[in-house]
């Protein structure tokens, strides 16, 4: 909330659960990157 108030956005990282997705989502986080979405990918591949 101070964050939000300070013009600024929230990046989380390291979600791996949709559990932890929805938490982050329900206190405002605005980015979130993580295994929930990807696993980590070499240059070429992304």
Same mark, same amino acid.
């Given at each position: 909330?101070?964050?939000? %108030?300070? !013009?600024?956005? =929230? =990046?989380? !990282? +390291? =979600?791996?659960?949709?559990?932890?997705?929805?938490?982050? %989502? %329900? &206190? +405002? $986080?605005? *980015? !979130? #990157? +993580? #295994? =929930? *979405?990807? %696993? @980590? &990918? $070499? @240059?070429?591949? *992304?």
């Amino acid at each position: 909330m101070m964050a939000h %108030k300070l !013009g600024m956005e =929230i =990046i989380a !990282g +390291g =979600i791996e659960t949709e559990m932890q997705l929805n938490i982050l %989502k %329900k &206190v +405002g $986080c605005d *980015f !979130g #990157y +993580g #295994y =929930i *979405f990807s %696993k @980590p &990918v $070499c @240059p070429e591949t *992304f």
